[in-house]
Structures are given as C-alpha cells and as structure tokens.
C-alpha cells in the first residue's frame, strides 16, 4: 500500500489519503475511500456537534 493523494468533494482541494488511513478503513470494512479533506470532516463533525445530539 502507499499513500494516496484524493481530491476533496467540499472544497476541491487533494489531500493524502495514508497508508495508516487506508489499513483503517480495510480495517473496519469500508469500501469506500474519504469523500473529504480531514478539514471538511472536521468541519462537518463540528458542525454536527454544534447542533447538540440528537433526540
Ligand atoms: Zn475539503
């Protein structure tokens, strides 16, 4: 495995999809790979929590 530059659905930018990440993902079963940059999945967790849980 090697690292793997993907390209960012929010906000078009590339970012490094590592081999620690992908051996995760393999790990867990996803079949697919991040949609997003870690700062857009930052930010949409962020966002998220912001809202409060839900009920
Ligand atoms: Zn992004």
Sequence with gaps: MA???????????EF???EGEQ???K???F????Q???ACRK???????????RR
């Design 16 to 18: 490094i999809f590592t």
């Design 27 to 29: 790990e867990k079963g």
């Design 31 to 34: 079949e697919n790979e991040p």
């Design 43 to 53: 930010a949409k967790k962020q966002a998220r929590n912001d809202r409060g849980p």
């Design 3 to 13: 690292d793997k530059t993907l390209v960012c659905k929010d906000c078009g930018k």
């Design 36 to 38: 997003r940059c870690p």
């Design 23 to 25: 051996a995760f993902y």
